[in-house]
Structures are given as C-alpha cells and as structure tokens.
C-alpha cells in the first residue's frame, strides 16, 4: 500500500467520524478508537493511559460518544459506560450497537 492510498482510507476513516460530528476532536476520535481494540470492556482509566490524557478528559470524551452527552443533550450513542461490578470505583466502557457498526465500517475502510 502506498502513502496516497493510506492518507485516502485514513481520510474516508475521519469522514465517518465527521458524520457524528463535524468538528469532533482528536481525543474524542481516540475515545471511540481505544474500546475497539478489544472485544471485552475496558476501564476509563485505561483508555487515559493509552490516549496520553487525564482520566477526567478521557471521561468527559467518552461521554461524547455515549446516549446523553455531558451537557444532557444527544450523545452520539456509540459507547455504553457501566460501573465495574468487582471493583465500583471503576467505570467500564463497551462499545453500543451502533458502535459496532462503525468500528465495522472502519475496518472495513482499513481492508479495502
């Protein structure tokens, strides 16, 4: 694969997040990509580590991409977050559905 063709997928692969939202940040991109490199779910603190941010911004970016974002409006319902029930400090996220669906369309850019 040559460095066009990579650049061109990496791009239909932003497309498909600028579907949700137009401006949506790196983090916030980071925040979906994270859950799905695993098939069970992963604690937030977790997904700071390997996103280089603070536990509170990953918690807040993964909020984006749950049913009711952190201003009680319409999250884009990608991600489902529950509490740990072996340790209850701990907030787990899974991806949704509709998470699945793009984490799917993603891979299947990446495999073209």
């Given at each position: 694969?040559?460095?066009?063709?990579?650049?061109?997928?990496?791009?239909q692969?932003l497309?498909?997040?600028?579907?949700?939202?137009?401006?949506?940040?790196?983090?916030?991109?980071?925040?979906?990509?994270?859950?799905?490199?695993?098939s069970?779910p992963i604690?937030?603190?977790?997904?700071?580590a390997?996103?280089g941010?603070?536990?509170?911004s990953?918690?807040?970016n993964?909020?984006?991409?749950?049913d009711?974002?952190r201003?009680k409006g319409?999250?884009?319902?990608?991600l489902?977050?529950?509490?740990?029930?072996?340790?209850?400090?701990?907030?787990?996220?899974?991806l949704?559905p509709?998470?699945?669906?793009?984490?799917?369309?993603?891979v299947?850019?990446?495999?073209?």
């Amino acid at each position: 694969m040559d460095t066009k063709e990579s650049m061109d997928k990496l791009i239909q692969i932003l497309d498909e997040f600028s579907k949700l939202d137009r401006e949506m940040p790196v983090q916030t991109i980071l925040s979906f990509l994270i859950p799905c490199s695993t098939s069970k779910p992963i604690p937030i603190k977790q997904i700071a580590a390997r996103a280089g941010m603070q536990q509170s911004s990953a918690s807040r970016n993964v909020m984006a991409h749950t049913d009711i974002n952190r201003q009680k409006g319409k999250g884009h319902d990608t991600l489902r977050t529950f509490e740990n029930p072996m340790f209850r400090v701990e907030k787990l996220v899974e991806l949704t559905p509709k998470g699945e669906l793009l984490r799917d369309k993603i891979v299947a850019i990446m495999n073209q």
